[in-house]
C-alpha cells in the first residue's frame, strides 16, 4: 500500500539463500497439521448440532398455526445487505434446517459456514509449509498463515455470542460487529501480501485454499446487520441505544473500557509503579532486551501484565502476538525509551512484516515509549508501529516515520496525546480509531511526492471501521515548513471503496492544500467513500475550497459528528475507563 508502490526487479532468494527463513521442522508441521485436524472435527460437531437445533425448530414451527415465512423471504431478507446477495441467499440455502430458520439461527449459520471453512482453507495453507520459498513469498505466507488463525479466533468468538439459547454470550454485539470487521480485514491484508509474490505455486495453492472466504465473512457481516436491527447513517453505526450528546468521559479522562487500575497505571509516576518484569539495557532488570519479557508474559491473561522498559535505545523488532493478552509497556518518556528498527519492503517482504513493533493481543497498552522506523523515505513503505489487538490504547507515545508510519489495521484503537510523524499515508488500515488530543506531523517527503496523513481502507460497507481525529493539531515538521510551497500534502485519501475518515474540532495548519482530501485513482471511491469535517480551525481548515466529491461532507449537525467520538464510534464508553487514559467521550472537550 502507498503512493508510490515499487515493482522490484531484485531476484528472488533461493532456498539456499541463508536470508531465507528456515522451515517448519516435520514434526512440528505434523502437530500443526493434527491441532487443525481436532479443529476442523469440532466444527463439524458444532455444524451437525445447529443442524439438528434447525431441523427440530423447523418441524416446530411447521406444526404451529402461524404461517412460517417462505425460505426465499427469510433468507432473502438476511442477505439484503449483502455485497453479493445471491451468493449469501445461495449459501444460507444450503445449510440443513435452515428453511424455516429465524434471524438470528441464520447469523449462527452464516458465522458457523464460514468458520468451518476457514478451518479448512489453514488446514490446505499450511500443508505448503515446507516448500522452499524466496523471502517475500515467505513473509507473505506467514502473514497469511498469522492472519487467519486470527479471523478463526475472532469468528469463533463471534459464534459463541450468537448462539441461539446457548447461554450468556461471549461478546456483546458491538464485539461481534468488531470481531467480524477485523476477520474481513485479515483476508483483506492477506489477498494484498500475495498479490506481489511472484512464485506461481505458492500464489495458487494460497489462492486456491482462500478463495471465497472473504465473500463468506462479508456475508456474515451483512446478515449479522440485518437481524441486530442496524441501520446505515451515510455509513455510520448508529448504536440501538441513544446516548447523550455531550458526555464528558470518565475519571482521567479515559473511556469506558479503561478499568480503574489501569487508569491509576497510566497516569501514575514511573516510580510508583510495581512492574511484573523489568527491561534494562545495563542488565539491572529482569531481562536486557523486550524480547525475552514478551516471551516470559503470560498467555491469554485475564490479568494486567506490567513491562517497565528503562530508557535506552531497543534496536528489536518485536511481536505481541495474539496469544499475549493485556500486556502494558511503560517507558520513562518518549525521549527516553526507543524502540527502533529499520525494516522496508526494500527488504523483499510485505508492508505487513515491516513493523517495528507489532501487537495483535486484546488489551496491548503502550505509555511513554518512542516507535520507530528509521529506513527512511526512500524505502517507501516501513511501519514503526502495527496493532491489531482489540481495546488497544497508545499513550503519550511518539511514532516515527515516513511512508506509512502508524498501521491500525483493525479492531478498537485509541491514541492520546501521542505525536505521529511521517509522509505519505502515515496513519492507514481499518482499525475502528479514535486519536484525540495528538500531534499529527507531516515530514518533508521525497521530491515529486504528495504528503497524505491518512489512508483508511474500509472495504465493505458493513464494517464498522474508520478514523476519527478529534481535537488533534495537523501539523508540519520543521523542514516541511522550510520547503511547503514545493510539496502538497493532505488530509487523506480513499485506499479502499469504502474509506472513512473524520477530522473534527482539530487544529489545521496552512500546509494543508485548500482541496483537503487527494484521489486514489481517478474517480475510485469518490461517490462511496465517507470524509467528513466538522468545526476545525486553523489556516488550513477552512472548508470553502474543498474537493466536491460525492462522499465528501462539511459536517453541521452535531448528532452526525457524535457518531465518530469514543463513546460511540469505539463504544469506549465501556473499555477505555479501565485502562486510564484520559479521554473525553463525546464531543465537548
Same mark, same amino acid.
Request: proline share 4%; with cysteine.
Given at each position: 500500500?502507498?503512493?508510490?508502490?515499487?515493482?522490484?526487479?531484485e531476484?528472488?532468494?533461493?532456498?539456499?539463500?541463508?536470508?531465507?527463513?528456515?522451515?517448519?521442522?516435520?514434526?512440528?508441521?505434523?502437530?500443526?497439521?493434527?491441532? =487443525?485436524?481436532?479443529? &476442523? $472435527? #469440532?466444527?463439524?460437531?458444532? /455444524?451437525s448440532?445447529?443442524?439438528?437445533?434447525? *431441523? !427440530?425448530?423447523?418441524?416446530?414451527?411447521?406444526?404451529?398455526?402461524?404461517?412460517?415465512?417462505?425460505t426465499?423471504?427469510?433468507?432473502?431478507?438476511?442477505?439484503?445487505?449483502?455485497?453479493?446477495?445471491? =451468493?449469501?441467499?445461495? &449459501? $444460507? #440455502?444450503?445449510?440443513?434446517? /435452515?428453511?424455516n430458520?429465524?434471524?438470528?439461527? *441464520? !447469523?449462527?449459520?452464516?458465522v458457523?459456514?464460514?468458520?468451518?471453512?476457514?478451518?479448512?482453507?489453514?488446514?490446505?495453507?499450511?500443508?505448503?509449509?515446507?516448500?522452499?520459498?524466496?523471502?517475500?513469498?515467505?513473509?507473505?505466507?506467514?502473514?497469511?498463515?498469522?492472519?487467519?488463525?486470527?479471523?478463526?479466533?475472532?469468528?469463533?468468538?463471534?459464534?459463541?455470542s450468537?448462539?441461539?439459547?446457548?447461554?450468556?454470550?461471549?461478546?456483546?454485539?458491538?464485539?461481534?460487529?468488531?470481531?467480524?470487521?477485523?476477520?474481513?480485514?485479515?483476508?483483506?491484508?492477506?489477498?494484498?501480501?500475495?498479490?506481489?509474490?511472484t512464485?506461481?505455486?505458492?500464489?495458487?495453492?494460497?489462492?486456491?485454499?482462500?478463495?471465497?472466504?472473504?465473500?463468506?465473512?462479508?456475508?456474515?457481516?451483512a446478515?449479522f446487520?440485518?437481524?441486530?436491527?442496524?441501520?446505515?447513517?451515510?455509513?455510520?453505526?448508529?448504536?440501538?441505544?441513544?446516548?447523550?450528546?455531550?458526555?464528558?468521559?470518565?475519571p482521567?479522562?479515559f473511556?469506558a473500557?479503561?478499568?480503574?487500575?489501569?487508569?491509576?497505571?497510566?497516569?501514575?509516576?514511573?516510580?510508583?509503579?510495581?512492574?511484573?518484569?523489568?527491561?534494562?539495557?545495563?542488565?539491572?532488570?529482569?531481562?536486557?532486551?523486550?524480547?525475552?519479557?514478551?516471551?516470559?508474559?503470560?498467555?491469554?491473561?485475564?490479568?494486567?501484565?506490567?513491562?517497565?522498559?528503562?530508557?535506552?535505545?531497543?534496536?528489536?523488532?518485536?511481536?505481541?502476538?495474539?496469544?499475549?493478552?493485556?500486556?502494558?509497556?511503560?517507558?520513562?518518556?518518549k525521549?527516553?525509551?526507543?524502540?527502533?528498527?529499520?525494516?522496508?519492503?526494500?527488504?523483499?517482504i510485505?508492508?505487513?512484516?515491516?513493523?517495528?513493533?507489532?501487537?495483535?493481543?486484546?488489551?496491548?497498552?503502550?505509555?511513554?515509549?518512542?516507535?520507530?522506523?528509521?529506513?527512511?523515505?526512500?524505502?517507501?513503505?516501513?511501519?514503526?508501529?502495527?496493532?491489531?489487538?482489540?481495546?488497544?490504547?497508545?499513550?503519550?507515545?511518539?511514532v516515527?516515520?515516513?511512508?506509512?508510519?502508524?498501521y491500525?489495521?483493525?479492531?478498537?484503537?485509541?491514541?492520546?496525546?501521542?505525536?505521529?510523524?511521517?509522509?505519505?499515508?502515515?496513519?492507514?488500515?481499518?482499525?475502528?480509531?479514535?486519536?484525540?488530543?495528538?500531534?499529527?506531523?507531516?515530514?518533508?517527503?521525497?521530491?515529486?511526492?504528495?504528503?497524505?496523513?491518512?489512508?483508511q481502507?474500509?472495504?465493505?460497507?458493513?464494517?464498522?471501521?474508520?478514523?476519527?481525529?478529534?481535537?488533534?493539531?495537523?501539523?508540519?515538521?520543521?523542514?516541511?515548513?522550510?520547503?511547503?510551497?514545493?510539496?502538497?500534502?493532505?488530509?487523506?485519501?480513499?485506499?479502499?471503496?469504502?474509506?472513512?475518515?473524520?477530522?473534527?474540532?482539530?487544529?489545521?495548519?496552512?500546509h494543508?492544500?485548500p482541496?483537503?482530501?487527494?484521489?486514489?485513482?481517478?474517480?475510485?471511491?469518490l461517490?462511496?467513500?465517507?470524509?467528513?469535517?466538522?468545526?476545525n480551525?486553523?489556516?488550513?481548515?477552512?472548508?470553502?475550497?474543498?474537493?466536491?466529491?460525492?462522499?465528501?461532507?462539511?459536517?453541521?449537525?452535531?448528532?452526525?459528528?457524535?457518531?465518530?467520538?469514543?463513546?460511540?464510534?469505539?463504544?469506549?464508553?465501556?473499555?477505555?475507563?479501565?485502562?486510564?487514559?484520559?479521554?473525553?467521550?463525546?464531543?465537548?472537550?
Amino acid at each position: 500500500m502507498g503512493y508510490d508502490r515499487l515493482v522490484h526487479s531484485e531476484p528472488v532468494a533461493s532456498a539456499s539463500d541463508p536470508k531465507v527463513r528456515n522451515n517448519p521442522k516435520p514434526n512440528q508441521k505434523r502437530k500443526l497439521l493434527a491441532f =487443525l485436524a481436532l479443529i &476442523s $472435527l #469440532a466444527l463439524l460437531i458444532i /455444524a451437525s448440532g445447529i443442524s439438528t437445533a434447525l *431441523l !427440530v425448530r423447523s418441524r416446530t414451527r411447521d406444526s404451529d398455526d402461524s404461517e412460517p415465512i417462505s425460505t426465499t423471504q427469510a433468507i432473502s431478507r438476511a442477505c439484503s445487505r449483502s455485497r453479493n446477495p445471491t =451468493l449469501c441467499a445461495d &449459501s $444460507l #440455502a444450503k445449510f440443513p434446517g /435452515a428453511v424455516n430458520a429465524g434471524a438470528g439461527d *441464520l !447469523v449462527h449459520v452464516s458465522v458457523n459456514m464460514t468458520l468451518h471453512r476457514l478451518s479448512k482453507a489453514l488446514y490446505g495453507a499450511s500443508a505448503i509449509s515446507n516448500v522452499a520459498m524466496g523471502l517475500h513469498a515467505r513473509s507473505a505466507y506467514e502473514d497469511c498463515l498469522e492472519l487467519v488463525e486470527d479471523s478463526m479466533d475472532q469468528l469463533s468468538q463471534s459464534l459463541l455470542s450468537v448462539t441461539p439459547g446457548g447461554g450468556k454470550p461471549v461478546g456483546s454485539p458491538e464485539d461481534v460487529h468488531t470481531w467480524l470487521s477485523a476477520a474481513l480485514t485479515n483476508q483483506d491484508t492477506c489477498t494484498e501480501g500475495m498479490e506481489d509474490v511472484t512464485e506461481p505455486f505458492v500464489k495458487e495453492q494460497m489462492a486456491r485454499q482462500l478463495n471465497g472466504v472473504a465473500d463468506l465473512i462479508s456475508n456474515c457481516l451483512a446478515v449479522f446487520a440485518v437481524a441486530n436491527g442496524n441501520k446505515d447513517f451515510s455509513g455510520i453505526p448508529i448504536q440501538n441505544r441513544r446516548r447523550k450528546l455531550m458526555t464528558s468521559g470518565f475519571p482521567g479522562g479515559f473511556p469506558a473500557w479503561v478499568r480503574r487500575r489501569e487508569r491509576r497505571l497510566l497516569e501514575m509516576s514511573v516510580g510508583a509503579i510495581q512492574a511484573d518484569i523489568v527491561v534494562s539495557k545495563d542488565g539491572n532488570g529482569t531481562y536486557k532486551t523486550i524480547e525475552e519479557a514478551i516471551k516470559a508474559a503470560p498467555e491469554l491473561s485475564t490479568r494486567r501484565t506490567i513491562i517497565y522498559i528503562k530508557a535506552g535505545r531497543y534496536d528489536e523488532y518485536l511481536k505481541v502476538r495474539r496469544k499475549k493478552t493485556n500486556l502494558m509497556f511503560i517507558g520513562d518518556g518518549k525521549d527516553k525509551t526507543i524502540i527502533a528498527g529499520g525494516r522496508s519492503i526494500f527488504d523483499n517482504i510485505t508492508t505487513f512484516h515491516t513493523a517495528t513493533f507489532a501487537a495483535t493481543g486484546d488489551g496491548f497498552i503502550a505509555r511513554d515509549i518512542t516507535f520507530e522506523n528509521w529506513a527512511g523515505p526512500e524505502k517507501h513503505q516501513a511501519v514503526a508501529l502495527r496493532v491489531g489487538g482489540d481495546h488497544a490504547v497508545v499513550y503519550r507515545c511518539n511514532v516515527i516515520g515516513y511512508q506509512d508510519s502508524l498501521y491500525v489495521h483493525s479492531q478498537r484503537q485509541f491514541y492520546r496525546e501521542c505525536d505521529i510523524y511521517g509522509t505519505v499515508d502515515f496513519i492507514f488500515g481499518n482499525a475502528a480509531v479514535v486519536f484525540q488530543n495528538c500531534s499529527l506531523y507531516a515530514r518533508k517527503p521525497m521530491p515529486l511526492q504528495k504528503n497524505t496523513v491518512t489512508a483508511q481502507n474500509r472495504k465493505d460497507p458493513n464494517q464498522n471501521t474508520g478514523i476519527s481525529i478529534h481535537s488533534c493539531r495537523i501539523l508540519a515538521t520543521p523542514d516541511l515548513v522550510a520547503s511547503k510551497s514545493n510539496f502538497s500534502t493532505y488530509l487523506g485519501r480513499p485506499w479502499k471503496m469504502y474509506s472513512r475518515t473524520v477530522y473534527m474540532m482539530s487544529y489545521v495548519g496552512d500546509h494543508i492544500h485548500p482541496a483537503g482530501w487527494l484521489e486514489w485513482n481517478a474517480t475510485f471511491a469518490l461517490d462511496t467513500l465517507y470524509y467528513g469535517e466538522y468545526l476545525n480551525f486553523g489556516p488550513g481548515g477552512a472548508v470553502g475550497q474543498r474537493v466536491k466529491w460525492p462522499g465528501y461532507r462539511v459536517i453541521t449537525d452535531p448528532l452526525e459528528a457524535v457518531k465518530f467520538t469514543v463513546g460511540q464510534f469505539i463504544y469506549g464508553s465501556s473499555w477505555l475507563p479501565s485502562t486510564g487514559v484520559v479521554f473525553i467521550a463525546g464531543l465537548s472537550v
